[in-house]
């Protein structure tokens, strides 16, 4: 199975300062088609997971522009330009090129 | 506009047996591959199963293969996922998914608690 491993696991920001939060995969995550099968959730306190971003750096519909994805192979980043109230929560990483289907262990964003 | 609503959860002994259903509306339910996920109390996520357009193609977590049966019916715009042998460590909040842009929707999740 891939493993995927994100660091910090908890993180404290002020409001309006950015945050980065790193995830690392066990194995690449480029497929033989050219894209890369990495996506960034984001479970908000009592919610379901909602999507972020999509294959490394496609924000899905909805997504404020202050957060992005980068990387590639096995290295990638979430970064967030402003953090917001509203962005508590945990963000996961998930790799879709295998199964099972495999997330990271969670990064806990609070506001400070 | 898209919406899952997962039912079927509850309080049930080990070894015994448990149905969840996922309600589909909003979308054309044939057109899209189908998971669940779960999550045990103050844990992350786990990918429990998947299933293709027609139901014919599955692939489980190892930790439920053999146990738990993923299907669905198109015409009725439902996911099912059979949970037989149940174990404490399957105590989680169970959520159904779509697969569009990855897990692009998720159902509000129900909760499955495995006790004695």
């Known amino acids: 199975d891939i493993v995927m491993t994100q660091t910090p696991l908890s993180l404290s920001v002020t409001p309006g300062q950015p945050a980065s939060i790193s995830c690392k995969s066990s194995q690449s995550l480029l497929y033989s088609n050219g894209k890369t099968y990495l996506y960034w959730y984001l479970q908000k306190p009592g919610q379901s997971p909602q999507l972020l971003i999509y294959e490394v750096s496609s924000r899905f519909s909805g997504v404020p522009d202050r957060f992005s994805g980068s990387g590639s192979g096995t290295d990638f980043t979430l970064k967030i330009s402003r953090v917001e109230a509203e962005d508590v929560g945990v963000y996961y990483c998930m790799q879709g090129i295998y199964f099972p289907r495999t997330f990271g262990q969670g990064t806990k964003v609070e506001i400070k | 506009q898209v919406h899952l609503m997962e039912s079927g959860g509850g309080v049930v002994q080990p070894g015994r047996s448990l149905r969840l259903s996922c309600a589909a509306s909003?979308?054309?339910?044939?057109?899209?591959?189908m998971h669940w996920v779960r999550q045990a109390p103050g844990k992350g996520l786990e990918w429990v199963a998947v299933i293709g357009y027609d139901g014919s193609d599955k692939n489980y977590a190892d930790s439920v293969k053999g146990r738990f049966t993923i299907s669905r019916d198109n015409p009725k715009n439902t996911l099912y996922l059979q949970m037989n042998s149940l174990r404490v460590e399957d105590t989680a909040a169970y959520y159904c998914?779509?697969?569009?842009?990855?897990?692009?929707?998720w159902g509000q999740g129900t909760l499955v608690t495995v006790s004695s």
């Open positions: 909003g979308f054309i339910f044939r057109d899209f591959v």
């Open positions: 998914t779509r697969e569009g842009r990855s897990f692009d929707y």
